[in-house]
């Protein structure tokens, strides 16, 4: 499957509650997540290149459970092949991992409510470091065309009184990485 998302940072948290509220949005109770984003090897200075050319991989924790992943970017770091399952033990996960070569990147820390938005899933993350955003995200077959699904889901942003010019296409990872290493 694929995932295609928007991400726009938001700046008016109240305006955006009471557009969810319009629209019947539920939002689940805050989650608190810690993603570990794991490369093959160990000097990545140029971080972009590096998921590209390798295939990051993170482990999640949240609510007791832990979830491994692999994304794949097709066309961006918001448009992605998405794999995931639910594992009994991270530090298992971890381990293999580093037999592999894959090595932990970055660290992500956020909470974050979920909701669903028509057939797409919606959500409200503060990150540590890097303030707050609204994600919606949709999983698609892979030959669909991203940009198509892209304009849906600005179309559902913007009903939510949320802007275009919000939008971040990087992910937390390289928002992260490129804040910890300084790079504009």
């Given at each position: 499957?694929?995932?295609?998302?928007?991400?726009?940072?938001?700046?008016?948290?109240?305006?955006?509650?009471?557009?969810?509220?319009?629209?019947?949005?539920?939002?689940?109770?805050?989650?608190?997540?810690?993603?570990?984003?794991?490369?093959?090897?160990?000097?990545?200075?140029?971080?972009?290149?590096?998921?590209?050319?390798?295939?990051?991989?993170?482990?999640?924790?949240?609510?007791g459970t832990?979830?491994?992943?692999?994304?794949?970017?097709?066309?961006?770091?918001?448009?992605?092949?998405e794999y995931?399952?639910?594992?009994?033990?991270?530090?298992?996960?971890?381990?293999?991992?580093?037999?592999?070569?894959?090595?932990?990147?970055?660290?992500?820390?956020?909470?974050?409510?979920?909701?669903?938005?028509?057939?797409?899933?919606?959500?409200?993350?503060?990150?540590?470091?890097?303030?707050?955003?609204?994600?919606?995200?949709?999983?698609?077959?892979?030959?669909?065309?991203?940009?198509?699904?892209?304009?849906?889901?600005?179309?559902?942003?913007?009903?939510?009184?949320?802007?275009?010019?919000?939008?971040?296409?990087?992910?937390?990872?390289?928002?992260?990485?490129?804040?910890?290493?300084?790079?504009?």
């Amino acid at each position: 499957m694929r995932e295609i998302e928007i991400k726009l940072r938001v700046k008016n948290f109240d305006g955006l509650r009471e557009m969810l509220n319009a629209k019947n949005i539920v939002l689940s109770k805050n989650t608190s997540q810690r993603d570990i984003i794991y490369l093959k090897g160990e000097n990545h200075s140029d971080w972009r290149k590096a998921k590209k050319e390798g295939t990051p991989v993170r482990i999640r924790y949240a609510k007791g459970t832990v979830v491994f992943n692999l994304k794949q970017e097709r066309t961006g770091e918001t448009d992605n092949i998405e794999y995931e399952t639910e594992v009994k033990d991270g530090e298992a996960i971890h381990n293999i991992l580093s037999v592999m070569g894959y090595l932990p990147q970055v660290e992500i820390k956020k909470s974050r409510q979920k909701g669903k938005f028509g057939d797409c899933e919606l959500c409200i993350d503060e990150v540590e470091g890097l303030g707050s955003f609204v994600e919606i995200e949709k999983m698609v077959h892979d030959d669909t065309d991203p940009e198509k699904v892209r304009e849906e889901l600005f179309t559902m942003a913007e009903s939510l009184g949320l802007s275009r010019d919000d939008e971040e296409k990087s992910g937390y990872d390289t928002q992260i990485f490129e804040l910890r290493n300084k790079i504009i």
